[in-house]
């Protein structure tokens, strides 16, 4: 079993207060799960925001709750305020190489992230706790034998090359997949809805 365990759902239907996240809602099963897991809040007490853009600070403030992260350490960001609530989660993302800085000793945490950005994080948080790639390959753009699947995305060729890995990974364990219409949509901001599907399915 390769699954990463985090705190789990709790037991029962749990009533969220959002009024903008409807049981026909294809993300619908998947917020209830991250919010009854405490993992993801609204974005206010009545709204999720599901179509929103998740941000770098968002992200690896999910990924620190599910992990139950150590959030004693002290980012050292210039651009990370020690008193926003994802700072001692950005500090524990960056401590154990899960996420890096985008440079300058900046972390820019209110950024958007992309699909492609996402897959690589959640890739090394895979390999943060052990079970990340097995494989390596400089392949590009390309496909190789060293490679257990290949891509089959109609939009590969958007795929940057330092995210193939992270793409590939992400599609392998089936917690990042294309639309309905076969792509991957590795430049699009990834928005809350859809992170909560990842998460649900890690």
Not at 7 to 36: C, I, K, R
Request: charged letters at 15%; glycine letters at 10%; one cysteine or more.
């Amino acid at each position: 079993d390769t699954t990463i365990t985090g705190p789990g759902p709790a037991t029962g239907e749990v009533q969220m207060p959002f009024t903008d996240v409807a049981t026909t809602d294809w993300y619908y099963p998947y917020v209830q799960n991250v919010y009854s897991m405490g993992i993801m809040n609204g974005e206010s007490e009545t709204l999720f925001g599901p179509n929103d853009t998740l941000t770098r600070g968002m992200l690896v403030t999910i990924l620190g709750r599910f992990d139950k992260a150590d959030t004693s350490a002290v980012s050292s960001f210039a651009d990370v305020d020690p008193n926003e609530y994802y700072a001692p989660y950005i500090a524990w993302a960056a401590a154990n190489g899960i996420v890096d800085g985008v440079g300058g000793n900046m972390f820019a945490p209110n950024d958007p992230v992309t699909r492609e950005q996402a897959a690589m994080i959640i890739t090394g948080y895979y390999t943060y706790k052990g079970q990340g790639p097995t494989y390596h390959t400089d392949m590009g753009q390309g496909t190789t034998s060293e490679w257990p699947i290949q891509l089959e995305y109609t939009d590969l060729a958007q795929i940057s090359d330092w995210a193939v890995e992270g793409v590939m990974f992400c599609t392998m364990k089936q917690v990042m997949t294309g639309n309905d219409a076969g792509a991957f949509e590795p430049q699009s901001p990834i928005t809350r809805a859809e992170f909560a599907a990842v998460m649900s399915r890690i």
